[in-house]
């Protein structure tokens, strides 16, 4: 069983950073790809970022060159540092990794760019 746990989100000014952060349970998080998606009210779920088990990293083109994703596998620990962010970045943000083809997911972070 995978638990992901997500947490650093909050409210920020546009223009202003956050970093979250995504805890993952269990032994799989060193081989697996890891993702952020975001959903916000009445829009679909997108992809923001993912990082593969070896750092290669792919990003949203809303979010290019604003967005980092990281990770470090000894704490099992995925990270998205946010800057220069701005209202329409508002959402539920969450890992979710898959594995042996079923998706997990966390319960998610909530970033609210308002000022």
């Known amino acids: 069983q995978v638990q992901l746990v997500e947490s650093g989100g909050g409210l920020v000014q546009p223009g202003g950073s956050l970093r979250l952060s995504c805890v993952a349970s269990?032994?799989?998080?060193?081989?697996?790809?890891m993702n952020w998606y975001r959903q916000a009210p009445g829009k679909q779920r997108e992809k923001v970022a993912h990082?593969?088990?070896?750092?290669?990293?792919n990003y949203a083109t809303s979010v290019t060159g604003r967005f980092t994703i990281s990770r470090d596998n000894a704490k099992n620990t995925v990270w998205l540092q946010m800057n220069s962010l701005k209202p329409e970045d508002t959402a539920e943000y969450y890992c979710?990794?898959?594995?042996?083809?079923?998706?997990?997911r966390g319960k998610g972070t909530l970033v609210t760019v308002s000022s």
């Open positions: 990082i593969t088990m070896s750092g290669t990293t």
């Open positions: 269990g032994s799989i998080f060193r081989i697996v790809t």
């Open positions: 979710g990794l898959t594995y042996n083809f079923v998706e997990y």
